[in-house]
């Protein structure tokens, strides 16, 4: 019994000369401690503030592309007899696609708007707004997706105005940057279209051949053979 006490006491004071040391180290460098700490929560508190302030401008971001694209559904013209369908006001977009570039330029949305302003521009018959629009978008994209319909946008401004050798070339830059995208054919189809144009059907038939051959699975090959067949190919 008495051995058991002399052991409890050794103990305790054991543990009394650690809660002493600890006191003693924590008491010569509590400035360390609490500016640690304090280095932790600010930290933590910048971190926290950034990705919701990162939510927050792509939120907004999200909420005025969507007022853009609103504007470029709306059908381009409206039917004779139907007053109340609404026009899309290319002014408009505009406006909205400069919101994004000053205010949004490190999200996805202004490149993507771009490439929609480039579209409205071409179905409107504005070839060289369009091309610059396309040729924008291009320059400011890093997702291939959006660099082939860029390009393939620009390519076809050049065809619509005459330009049909620069088309080609621009359709040749698609093909092969991009080889294994399943949008290729579509750029076949179109560069084939181009040396119809040009009445070079020899050409033309070796495209056809061309997309048959490497893209069997395609949907536009009926087309392809088709035109084989009516180009004697």
């Given amino acids: 019994m008495i051995r058991d006490k002399g052991k409890k ?3 305790e004071d054991k543990l009394v000369a650690v809660t002493s040391r600890v006191v003693d180290f924590v008491s010569e460098h509590y400035k360390v401690f609490v500016f640690s700490i304090l280095g932790i929560v600010i930290i933590g508190g910048a971190v926290l503030w950034y990705y919701y302030h990162l939510h927050q401008v ?10 853009f694209v609103d504007e470029y559904i709306k059908p381009q013209k409206a ?8 026009v899309r006001d ?10 994004l570039r000053d205010k949004y330029g490190n999200t996805v949305y202004p490149t993507l708007a771009l490439y929609f302003l480039g579209q409205a521009y071409f179905e409107n018959g504005e070839y060289d707004k369009a091309l610059e629009r396309f040729e924008e978008c291009q320059k400011g994209s890093d997702n291939e997706l959006v660099s082939i319909v860029s390009l393939w946008g620009c390519a076809d401004c050049y065809r619509a105005s005459g330009d049909t050798q620069k088309a ?4 040749d830059t698609i093909l092969n940057k991009y080889s294994s995208n399943a949008l ?7 560069k084939a279209k181009c040396y119809l144009e040009l009445k070079e059907s020899e050409k033309a038939i070796a495209v056809y ?5 490497e893209y069997p699975q395609s949907a536009f090959v009926p087309d392809a053979k088709e035109m084989l ?5």
Wanted: charged share 30%.
């Fill in 229 to 233: 067949t009516y180009l004697g190919g």
């Fill in 79 to 86: 039917p004779a007899d139907d007053k109340n369908t609404e």
């Fill in 168 to 171: 080609i070339e621009l359709y």
């Fill in 209 to 213: 051949r061309q997309l048959t051959i």
């Fill in 90 to 99: 290319i002014a408009v977009m505009e406006s909205k696609c400069e919101e």
């Fill in 9 to 11: 006491v050794k103990h």
């Fill in 184 to 190: 290729m054919p579509g750029v076949l189809m179109q």
């Fill in 58 to 67: 792509r939120l907004e971001a999200s909420k005025v592309y969507s007022e």
